[in-house]
């Protein structure tokens, strides 16, 4: 089982930025899609941005221009820098294997998730 962890969530203005990473515990991680996934207050969790093994990314049309997703396979690392954050941005942020935007990886357990406010 794969173990992830969320990091770099924080408090930022309208129009801010911030860079979120995960690391996996498992070298398992870099042979799957991966993805950066939100939850809002009484909303479902969506995937916003995804990246295959070599590179390759999509994003959700809320995020697309504002968001880039990235991965360091030597690292088990994935990363989601975000700028012109808006406070509909505003959730909890989780990585996990990408299923959905076209992939349909089996998620391992969820992370504990980082929180990203955006408000003046």
């Known amino acids: 089982q794969v173990q992830l962890v969320e990091s770099g969530g924080d408090l930022v203005q309208p129009g801010g930025s911030l860079r979120l990473s995960c690391a996996a515990s498992?070298?398992?991680?870099?042979?799957?899609?991966m993805g950066w996934y939100r939850q809002a207050p009484g909303k479902e969790r969506e995937l916003v941005a995804a990246?295959?093994?070599?590179?390759?990314?999509k994003y959700a049309d809320s995020v697309k221009g504002r968001f880039t997703i990235s991965r360091d396979n030597a690292k088990n690392s994935v990363y989601l820098q975000m700028i012109s954050l808006k406070p509909e941005d505003t959730a909890v942020y989780y990585c996990?294997?990408?299923?959905?935007?076209?992939?349909?990886?089996?998620?391992?357990?969820w992370g504990q998730g980082t929180q990203v406010t955006v408000s003046s």
């Open positions: 996990n294997a990408a299923h959905g935007l076209g992939f349909l990886s089996d998620r391992w357990t």
């Open positions: 990246i295959t093994s070599i590179g390759n990314t």
């Open positions: 498992a070298s398992v991680a870099r042979l799957h899609p």
